[in-house]
T-cell receptor, first 118, second 114 residues
Framework: NAGVMQNPRHLVRRRGQEARLRCSPM?????VYWYRQLPEEGLKFMVY????????ESGMPKERFSAEFPKEGPSILRIQQVVRGDSAAYFC????????????????FGAGSRLTVL | AQTVTQSQPEMSVQEAETVTLSCTYD???????LFWYKQPPSRQMILVIR??????QNATENRFSVNFQKAAKSFSLKISDSQLGDAAMYFC???????????FGKGTRLHILP
């Protein structure tokens, strides 16, 4: 079981370019979460997706950011027209199917993708 | 809105000694989960321990234990017999029952002195 796979581990972009970060959840996990970690900060929730569905995007900036989790393939976090403030580590986590009776379902995190905007 | 506060940005402990990391949280919910995550230099987030709010008994995982004070909204992590491999950032986290978001504190960087 390969765990949650994120790529690339490191991505450098110039201002105005697009960044695409990919996340493959653990086998058997149908839920994906994206978090952003700024330097010396904790992780901040961005978006929660199931296959072909965005469940909660309350933490996503309204502009330039989008996420998808297609029926086939990894989840993608896309940042258009990147700015220096987008430089951060972006973490993906996955969990099995979850509901309020499923207890403290543990999120399994990937190793993160570090985005640097020049 | 729920918040998680870790008031100690950094701490140091001598190898083999015991250290306690503090965490307080704010919520109006009565049922929720609390977690401690460890983030070593590799940046991988690793679950250390979790606690269900409805359980009065404090969770324990080997050298890691918590002191959960529900009325005080406090959830501290005790690491016994500290080892060099315990050096990392430690994040306290909260999740409501029925909500899928986890809310993290800003973290405490733990140094282990040989």
């Amino acid at each position: 079981n390969a765990g949650v796979m994120q790529n690339p581990r490191h991505l450098v972009r110039r201002r105005g370019q697009e960044a695409r970060l990919r996340c493959s959840p653990m086998k058997g996990h149908s839920h994906v979460y994206w978090y952003r970690q700024l330097p010396e900060e904790g992780l901040k929730f961005m978006v929660y997706l199931q296959k072909e569905n965005i469940i909660d995007e309350s933490g996503m900036p309204k502009e330039r950011f989008s996420a998808e989790f297609p029926k086939e393939g990894p989840s993608i976090l896309r940042i258009q027209q990147v700015v220096r403030g987008d430089s951060a580590a972006y973490f993906c986590a996955s969990s099995p199917i979850t509901n309020k009776f499923s207890g403290a379902n543990v999120l399994t995190f990937g190793a993160g993708s570090r985005l640097t905007v020049l | 809105a729920q918040t998680v506060t870790q008031s100690q940005p950094e701490m140091s402990v001598q190898e083999a000694e015991t250290v306690t990391l503090s965490c307080t949280y704010d919520t109006s919910e009565s049922d929720y989960y609390l977690f401690w995550y460890k983030q070593p230099p590799s940046r991988q987030m690793i679950l250390v321990i979790r606690q269900e709010a409805y359980k009065q008994q404090n969770a324990t995982e080997n050298r890691f234990s918590v002191n959960f004070q529900k009325a005080a909204k406090s959830f501290s992590l005790k690491i016994s017999d500290s080892q060099l491999g315990d050096a990392a950032m430690y994040f306290c986290a909260y999740r409501s029952v029925g909500d899928d978001k986890i809310i993290f504190g800003k973290g405490t960087r733990l140094h282990i002195l040989p």
